[in-house]
């Protein structure tokens, strides 16, 4: 199982639309998550943490469930400007014992007109 | 102001050569790291490094080394370039020693002819 797995995509979703990605992870032991944001050519940036409880950032509504080692994010009303490759990431102890990020592969969004 | 930048954006070379990428943050972390995308996207972390420790993946070749002259620079040296090593590299620093939040450079597109 790799430690970090997502939907496989591309998500083609019309302006408007609701989608939402999933991720799960193989390490118990992870601390923390995150969605980062990546867009073509670019550097991946910070989406938003991931906390226990849930939490919500305007359109964007991420989703932890440690019991199923499970991730979600959903993007509602979704706009052109959110087409991207979205990146679950997890924080946790590598087999060195240093903490360390592993990221997902990534799941492409394209949000049609 | 770029808060981790680094050069070159593109780098193309023959293989057999040694190369060097420059990497510099102004957000006064304390941890810096290396990170490699490959064709497939998939984004994996080479080295992290702060003060005190250098945290080398065990996949890295040893043809890799980061070398650190002061707290805000991390550079990559990479010697004897091969085809395999085509891939984009990315800097990024966080605050916390643990990586919860990293800030990444724009990247280095390596081609390796």
């Known amino acids: 199982r790799k430690e970090v797995e997502q939907d496989p995509g591309p998500f083609n979703v019309p302006e408007g639309a609701t989608v939402a990605f999933n991720c799960t992870y193989s390490?118990?032991?992870?601390?923390?998550f995150f969605w980062y944001r990546q867009d073509c050519r670019k550097e991946p940036k910070l989406l938003m943490s991931v906390y226990s409880s849930g939490n919500e950032d305007g359109r964007f509504t991420a989703q932890l469930n440690r019991a199923s080692q499970y991730i979600s994010l959903l993007i509602r009303d979704s706009k052109l400007s959110d087409s991207a490759t979205y990146l679950c990431v997890v924080n946790g102890r590598s087999g060195a014992g240093s903490y360390q990020l592993t990221f997902g592969k990534g799941t492409k969004l394209s949000v049609i007109p | 102001d770029t808060a981790v930048s680094q050069t070159p954006k593109y780098l193309v070379t023959q293989m057999g050569n040694d190369k060097s990428i420059k990497c510099e943050q102004n957000?006064?972390?304390?941890?810096m790291y290396w990170y490699k995308q490959d064709s497939k996207k998939f984004l994996k972390i080479m080295f992290s490094?702060?003060?005190?420790?250098?945290?080398i993946n065990e996949t890295v070749p040893n043809r890799f080394s980061p070398k650190s002259p002061d707290k805000a620079h991390l550079n990559l040296h990479i010697n004897s370039l091969e085809l395999g090593d085509s891939a984009v590299y990315f800097c990024a620093s966080s605050q916390e020693t643990q990586g919860q939040k990293l800030f990444f450079g724009s990247g280095t597109q390596l081609s390796v002819l």
């Open positions: 490094y702060n003060n005190k420790e250098l945290i």
């Open positions: 390490n118990s032991a992870s601390q923390s």
């Open positions: 957000l006064g972390h304390d941890t």
